[in-house]
């Protein structure tokens, strides 16, 4: 495929920005990059598909380095007045409710809804958790039919509460390249060491989802003496492949461990605030080197755009004075450490319109100027609320995967208002 007729954000220092650009993919890799003119002359009349880009603003594809799937029947907030129930009691009860017939149907309908809306926003990955399904449905196997419909890419575990959870999933011989933990402080010494093993064994990201981190930290004191993460670290599961989502009342030691251990972590700016949780201070965890990114969380807006230019302007609200330049930085590393957490886990470089970077793309309809390397078009999509940015294609793997020329219509928002009714009329 030759996509001409675009100006391109590579993303890269030394290709920098394309005024009038073309891209060469083969397979599902970028091949060339660089003025079209000269793309075009070198590959001359070819049996390659060409594709217009309308002088649509290209970007890498975002990476979502944390969806909660069931929020997307579900969100965290706006949904008391359907039930009459308390806040505090109804997730509770959903969850109790959907684990009672939750099987691959429903799984697929939310996955399917996340690959749509994802694509729809310029996201081509998503990293995220089921909760609490015990490994009743096929999760390989159902993304691997949504792939083939909406070429995505989904790094998916269910989450794991307990050991006996932990045993499940051992025994099923699912091999998943992620492994969510709900609450890390059911977890003894003897069961965090099977899991070290088990995800070492089958080369897996270990996640730990904190809900409620300061509850944890009491019940771990109380438990065996030690903070959660001294005890991660005692065990030698800090690293490369452990996650920390939503952490945010650590301490400095802790957050020394984390960056000695090439720990990473994890915000979903827009799901803390509905929490009412205290924003963490993400500059100085950078600072310290942490690998901190951005996900979306139990929001199910899958826009990184949107989490970026809210935690922009909550670091720029909390840092009082600061430089507007140095603040956008900062946002700008948090979108590169997503990338860099997707090409981990997925094994494919990803983050560049370069050449041998998987040809994962977004072409914005938009009508404003690329800007120059100080305030550039990254800059303007992110943090001057450009309400014309629209997605007008993404490419996923080297394939056109949304097109909003074409009509996508399905039976698909009738399938989750169906598990949302079922829902409601079970709760007690």
């Known amino acids: 495929m030759l996509v001409t007729n675009v100006r391109i954000v590579t993303n890269d220092v030394e290709s920098g920005m394309i005024e009038n650009g073309a891209i060469e993919i083969k397979d599902d890799e970028i091949t060339d990059v660089g003025e079209r003119e000269e793309i075009e002359k070198k590959y001359g009349k070819t049996e390659k598909e060409i594709l217009d880009g309308r002088r649509g603003i290209v970007l890498p594809g975002f990476v979502d380095t944390y969806v909660n799937f069931e929020s997307f029947i579900f969100p965290d907030f706006g949904i008391e007045e359907k039930t009459g129930f308390p806040p505090e009691d109804l997730k509770r009860k959903i969850y109790d409710v959907l684990q009672s017939f939750f099987d691959d149907n429903v799984f697929f309908t939310l996955a399917e ?3 749509i809306e994802g694509l729809r926003h310029g996201i081509t990955c998503v990293i995220g958790s ?4 015990f490994h009743k449905i096929e999760v390989d196997k159902n993304l691997q039919i949504i792939s083939k419909m909406h070429p995505f890419k989904f790094g998916v575990g269910e989450s794991v509460q307990t050991p006996e959870d932990l045993q499940r999933l051992i025994k099923s011989g699912e091999k998943p390249k992620y492994i969510p933990l709900n609450s890390i402080t059911n977890f003894d010494e003897n069961s965090i060491i099977t899991l070290k093993n088990f ?6 990201f270990v996640a730990i989802l904190l809900s409620d981190e300061q509850k944890e930290e009491q019940e771990a004191f109380t438990k065996y003496g030690m903070s959660n993460l001294e005890r991660l670290r005692h065990l030698n599961l800090l690293g490369e492949r452990m996650i920390i989502v939503n952490a945010r009342h650590f301490t400095e030691t802790d957050l020394d461990v984390m960056a000695a251990s090439g720990t990473l ?3 979903c700016t827009r799901q803390m605030m509905t929490h009412g949780s205290q924003f963490p201070n993400i500059d100085g965890m950078m600072g310290r080197s942490i690998n901190v990114s951005l996900g ?3 929001i199910p807006d899958l826009s990184i ?15 009082e004075g600061a430089d507007f330049d140095s603040v956008y930085q900062t946002k700008k590393m948090l979108l590169e450490n997503s990338y860099r957490l997707g090409t981990k ?17 977004a072409i914005y309809d938009c009508e404003c100027n690329l800007g120059d390397q100080k305030r550039p078009i990254l800059r303007k999509l992110i943090f001057d609320f450009l ?3 629209k997605i007008y294609m993404t490419i996923v793997n080297g394939t056109v995967a949304y097109d909003s020329t074409k009509d996508y219509e399905n039976d698909l928002e009738d399938r989750l208002e169906e598990i949302r009714n079922k829902v409601i009329s079970n709760l007690r």
């Open 305 to 319: 755009l949107m989490e970026a230019q809210v935690t922009f302007l909550l670091r720029k609200m909390l840092k």
């Open 387 to 389: 309400r014309d940015a």
């Open 345 to 361: 886990l997925f094994d494919k470089p990803m983050g560049k319109i370069a050449p041998g970077y998987v040809a994962d793309l």
């Open 296 to 298: 979306t969380g139990t």
């Open 199 to 204: 995800s070492k064994e089958i080369d897996a």
């Open 130 to 133: 089921i909760d609490r399904y």
């Open 113 to 115: 809804k996340i690959a």
């Open 265 to 267: 972590a994890v915000y």
